[in-house]
């Protein structure tokens, strides 16, 4: 029982310690240009978010290509298809967030 | 029978003397069509530019600003160019006045403060003119940063209070700045947009006070107010400049005011 309780302590600890991120919601926005889509991905501070993981989707879900941002909360990429994208931020912890890309978008930044 | 029609006629007297004087506050005013862009929304702005009475959604002539311009991420854009006039009026003025519009491009995440230094306002009433340096913040894509950044203008409201996402009911706290100083004591009138968009109840005073709200700063130039209703807010806090300006070969004083507008919603 005193195990369970102790075990209990550190789990709080624990999740308090990470406490601050889990009030912020992750954030991607992208936008294209000369043949690359640029990829910024922040928390509502303006903190980067670093080593997070990018999945590019199609307009039918079909995965396209995915990466990871740099310190910066970066990632970018060259122009897989021009159709709606899909970017999505996965941050872990649930941290989780997507930003559409429309065609529009996409052509223009051909 | 003639006691009754003297009664009556002064009644009828003061009613017109209200209507024509009430205490009516003067407000500069910036409304965006939005105050918090998401990847959903309609990413141009219409942004309006005016001066108002707001309670009594009365419209005040108002020449092209000297200066108009947005903060973002630390950089000033200038948009004075961008300004087209517009007329707007209140239902019940037989007549209609210049205000000015633009059509802005949100095209970073980050926070957008618009400002604007009119040009000084003569108000014969009051024999003095009026200069109303007001503010605005719109957010985009979720990145929450640079509301709380200074304009650098003569006067200035810096809020306390993040400025958007606020719902009914919430407290706007904010400090009140002159040449980047806070103003002990300061004076601040507030008061609801009735021609606020999608407003369906408007606002009938049952007093005059209760058109224009005052409260005072603190020793810090620090106030706060808890909006009742949802829509938008203006803050203004008034002082008088160290300058003058000629009017009939007269000098005459100068209102300054630091206007800041916010928008609240219901929780629903």
């Not at chain 1, 997507?98 to 978008?105: M, P, R, Y």
């Amino acid at each position: 029982m005193k195990y369970v309780n102790c075990l209990l302590v550190v789990l709080f600890v624990v999740l308090s310690a990470s406490g601050p991120a889990l009030a912020h919601k992750v954030n991607l926005f992208a936008y294209a240009q000369g043949g690359t889509i640029f990829t910024e991905s922040y928390f509502p501070d303006g903190r980067a978010v670093e080593g997070g993981k990018v999945l590019v989707y199609d307009r039918n879900d079909t995965l396209l290509l995915e990466g990871v941002t740099d310190t910066q909360g970066l990632f970018d990429f060259e122009i897989p298809e021009v159709d709606d994208l899909k970017i999505v931020i996965d941050a872990g912890m649930g941290h989780k967030n997507s930003f559409t890309l429309k065609k529009a978008e996409v052509e223009a930044g051909k | 029978m003639r006691t009754k029609t003297i009664a009556a006629s002064f009644i009828v007297a003061v009613f017109m003397i209200l209507a024509v004087n009430p205490a009516l506050a003067h407000f500069g005013a910036i409304i965006p069509s939005d105050d918090i862009v998401t990847q959903d929304d309609d990413k141009t702005l219409d942004v309006q530019v005016k001066f108002i009475h707001p309670m009594e959604m009365h419209y005040m002539e108002m020449a092209k600003p000297k200066q108009f311009g947005v903060l973002h991420d630390g950089k000033k854009t200038d948009l004075l160019g961008t300004l087209a006039a517009a007329k707007g009026k209140s239902p019940d003025q037989d007549q209609s006045f210049t205000f000015w519009t633009t059509d802005y491009q949100i095209r970073r995440p980050g926070d957008y403060t618009f400002y604007v230094a009119p040009d000084p306002y003569w108000e014969p009433a009051e024999d003095l003119f009026i200069v109303h340096y007001t503010k605005v913040c719109v957010n985009a894509f979720g990145l929450e940063q640079g509301w709380d950044q200074h304009v650098g203008l003569e006067t200035e409201i810096i809020p306390f209070t993040r400025p958007y996402g606020l719902w009914t009911g919430n407290l706007f706290t904010g400090q009140v700045l002159l040449k980047g100083k806070p103003v002990p004591f300061a004076e601040v009138e507030i008061e609801y947009l009735n021609e606020t968009p999608g407003n369906i109840n408007i606002v009938l005073p049952p007093a005059d006070p209760y058109v224009t709200q005052v409260v005072k700063a603190d020793v810090n130039g620090v106030f706060s107010y808890a909006m009742p209703k949802a829509g938008w807010w203006g803050f203004s806090a008034l002082n008088e400049a160290e300058w003058t300006l000629t009017h009939e070969g007269q000098e005459k004083g100068v209102e300054i005011g630091a206007v800041y507008w916010v928008r609240t919603r219901d929780m629903k």
